[in-house]
């Protein structure tokens, strides 16, 4: 089981302490909450997928049990939360 965990810091993701910032470089604030904001995460946590990872714990998601990370990307294209 490879095991990636997420976690919130300095008010942005960290992806098994790598900021969203320096993995997507076009990925901030304004782009967050909108489509293009939801196609390139879900196009990250694809990627850690296609990388071997399998499962994803987030203390600050409430995540304390590793859960599938298909499971999380299908969670997020349902809930991703987008301003309107």
């Given at each position: 089981?490879?095991?990636?965990?997420i976690?919130?810091?300095?008010?942005?993701?960290?992806?098994?302490?790598?900021?969203i910032?320096?993995?997507?470089?076009?990925?901030?604030n304004?782009l967050?909450?909108?489509?293009?904001?939801?196609?390139?995460?879900?196009?990250?946590?694809?990627?850690?997928?296609?990388?071997?990872?399998?499962?994803?714990?987030?203390?600050?998601?409430?995540?304390?049990?590793?859960?599938?990370?298909?499971?999380?990307?299908?969670?997020?294209?349902?809930?991703y939360?987008?301003?309107?």
């Open positions: 089981m490879k095991i990636l965990n976690a919130i810091a300095c008010m942005s993701e960290t992806f098994n302490g790598t900021f910032d320096q993995l997507i470089p076009e990925y901030n304004k967050a909450f909108t489509p293009k904001g939801k196609e390139l995460y879900l196009e990250l946590l694809q990627n850690f997928s296609n990388q071997g990872f399998t499962h994803i714990t987030s203390l600050d998601f409430g995540i304390e049990k590793p859960i599938t990370i298909q499971d999380y990307i299908n969670d997020c294209t349902q809930n939360y987008i301003e309107e």
